[in-house]
């Protein structure tokens, strides 16, 4: 049932009791049926919730208080870089990390990369990763033991782009940071000791949609070849929770329409979901995809990324894009990082695994 049909039944039936009571509580029953509804939501999302999670996730509080935040909105998103920003941990001594700070576009300001397992004189093949958050949050020291564990596995180098967020940098910002960081390891291949014809972009959730995003202008620029790209749960619509709407079910765990909604207006400069947004600052809007490097997506069914994935998936294929997607039951946004011991967690993990060394095989 939608929330309209929902809400009229509601209404019927509770009509008696809310008239009773109007002259004294109008402000309340006003925002009862939204409340409701909310609710409805909510048990629908745990509903579908995988069988491994249920025994550590009965209530939607327990994930708000786990995470710290039910939504990100324009009033909190702040606080919540903070609250990262204390959880960032000191890397690993193997492989090394290494920071260099490199030019940016013409008339942009400079960027700041991290390298990992970067040796002059090897040609490794080389992931550049983008991080996620929501285009708002997040940052490459906070991803950064999470991708040493990637280079020392494949022995591969990854490069991490610490990219201007939004909405004190709307688009394209940091796609001209991640443009400038593909085109400084390309020109610097044998300094960094990697193979410039071997380069895989890589990112999660929002991370994702910035690698959608610069397969695109690497593809439009026509400099520097892409050879995979890996896609997270990406984010690639900005219409997805805005002008269109999800299901019940879905995107009610860790990230919302709301924080959808607010991530890519606080991107674009301008409300989601508008009729039309700058050309390449949204994947899933871009007509022409075909001649994209091999794509690879992992996503959960209830994410509320699901349906925009499989639609992008869809449209790669039918442009000609070799394409592997995979979408597993019962999980929401980043929830093998919630639950990580979980076995559908630890399945998601072997895909996403599988997924990289698919893209760094030569």
């Not at 020291?141 to 990854?158: D, F, G, R, S």
Request: charged share 20%.
């Amino acid at each position: 049932m939608n929330k309209s049909g929902y809400l009229a039944q509601y209404k019927k039936k509770q009509q008696p009791f809310v008239f009773g009571l109007c002259f004294f509580c109008t402000g309340f029953f006003a925002v009862l049926p939204d409340l409701a509804f909310a609710r409805l939501q909510n048990e629908a999302a745990l509903e579908l919730l995988h069988p491994d999670y249920r025994n550590q996730l009965t209530e939607v509080s327990q994930l708000v208080d786990k995470i710290g935040f039910a939504d990100i909105t324009a009033e909190n998103y702040k606080k919540v870089r903070i609250a990262e920003a204390a959880q960032i941990k000191k890397p690993a001594p193997i492989p090394v990390v290494s920071q260099k700070t490199i030019p940016g576009a013409e008339g942009e300001p400079d960027v700041s990369i991290r390298l990992i397992n970067s040796l002059a004189g090897d040609a490794k093949p080389v992931i550049l990763y983008m991080h996620g958050g929501g285009f708002v949050l997040g940052s490459a020291a906070l991803y950064l033991p999470n991708m040493q564990k990637i280079a020392e596995k494949y022995n591969c180098t990854v490069v991490m782009v610490e990219y201007r967020l939004a909405p004190e940098t709307p688009f394209p910002g940091a796609l001209e940071d991640n443009y400038a960081a593909l085109k400084y390891l390309y020109n610097n291949a044998s300094e960094l000791g990697i193979d410039k014809d071997h380069i895989v972009l890589m990112g999660h959730s929002a991370g994702g949609g910035h690698a959608a995003m610069l397969a695109i202008a690497a593809r439009d620029r026509a400099e520097i070849p892409v050879k995979h790209q890996v896609l997270i749960f990406p984010m690639l619509d900005d219409r997805t929770g805005s002008s269109r709407t999800v299901p019940a079910h879905i995107g009610q765990l860790l990230w919302t329409p709301t924080s959808n909604a607010f991530g890519w207006s606080a991107l674009l400069g301008q409300k989601a979901g508008m009729s039309e947004v700058p050309y390449g600052s949204v994947p899933a809007r871009v007509t022409d995809l075909s001649k994209l490097p091999p794509t690879d997506i992992v996503v959960g069914a209830i994410d509320l990324f699901v349906e925009e994935d499989m639609e992008y998936a869809k449209r790669l294929i039918l442009s000609g894009v070799p394409t592997e997607i995979h979408v597993l039951p019962g999980m929401f946004h980043a929830s093998e990082t919630i639950y990580p011991d979980a076995a559908i967690s630890k399945r998601f993990s072997a895909l996403e695994s599988e997924a990289i060394a698919r893209a760094l095989r030569k």
